[in-house]
């Protein structure tokens, strides 16, 4: 268990904004420039919009959610005003199975058992019904609550957040199918850190 899940527990937690923070980050970024033009006519300078990078304040808000439990949001304060939104599918399918009066001890990142065998059938539901909808569901619920650079009259125009996959990672559910199993202990209980305290 993280130091974070520790923090906020594994009990049923309402909703709420845990902790914000900022940095200043490299980041692409839209900047004008004069620029030579040619024309029939012989040279002229135009303004032009160009993509770069530059040093950008980024917002951090750590929060809780009943169904998620706890993920973050970054908002860029330069346009194009990114977003990133980064959760813990395990999270969520821990809080389901929670939901659902399902025991199910945990390991750090995963389920350590399932102690019905009759439960096996339903967790792997749970975890086979995380999708965009739920996620997108997530957003838009904490996108009402938190601030952010779009106004309603933006939103009312069409200037709104969308979801795409930046970066996924997916494990397997080994687990499912044989309930009790999970990955063996290592022999003497520790693993053998590189190094010396000498």
């Known amino acids: 268990m993280s130091p974070t899940q520790r923090a906020l527990g594994r009990s049923a937690v309402r909703s709420r904004l845990s902790r914000s923070g900022n940095a200043a980050l490299v980041c692409p970024a839209w900047s004008a420039r004069l620029a030579e033009a040619s024309t029939v006519r012989g040279n002229l300078w135009a303004e032009q919009i160009v993509k770069t990078t530059g040093m950008v304040n980024q917002f951090y808000l750590y929060c809780v959610d009943d169904d998620f439990g706890p993920f973050f949001i970054k908002f860029c304060s330069y346009f194009p005003y990114n977003a990133k939104l980064c959760i813990n599918g395990h999270e969520w399918a821990e809080r389901q199975t929670t939901k659902a009066g399902i025991a199910t001890p945990l390991r750090d990142n995963a389920f350590a058992a399932i102690d019905d065998?009759?439960?096996?059938?339903?967790?792997?539901?749970?975890?086979?019904?995380?999708?965009?909808?739920?996620?997108?569901?997530?957003?838009?619920?904490?996108?009402?609550?938190?601030?952010?650079?779009?106004?309603?009259?933006?939103?009312?125009?069409?200037?709104?957040?969308?979801?795409?996959?930046?970066?996924?990672?997916?494990?397997?559910?080994?687990?499912?199918?044989?309930?009790?199993?999970?990955?063996?202990?290592?022999?003497?209980?520790?693993?053998?850190?590189?190094?010396?305290?000498?």
């Not at 019904?129 to 009259?153: C, E, M, V, Y």
């Not at 990955?183 to 053998?192: A, D, I």
């Open 117 to 198: 065998p009759d439960d096996v059938a339903a967790v792997q539901q749970i975890c086979d019904d995380l999708g965009p909808d739920q996620i997108d569901a997530l957003l838009r619920k904490w996108l009402a609550i938190l601030p952010h650079p779009f106004t309603s009259a933006d939103r009312a125009t069409g200037y709104r957040y969308d979801l795409s996959i930046l970066q996924a990672k997916f494990s397997l559910t080994q687990m499912l199918d044989k309930p009790g199993g999970v990955r063996p202990e290592v022999p003497g209980g520790q693993v053998q850190r590189r190094g010396s305290a000498g």
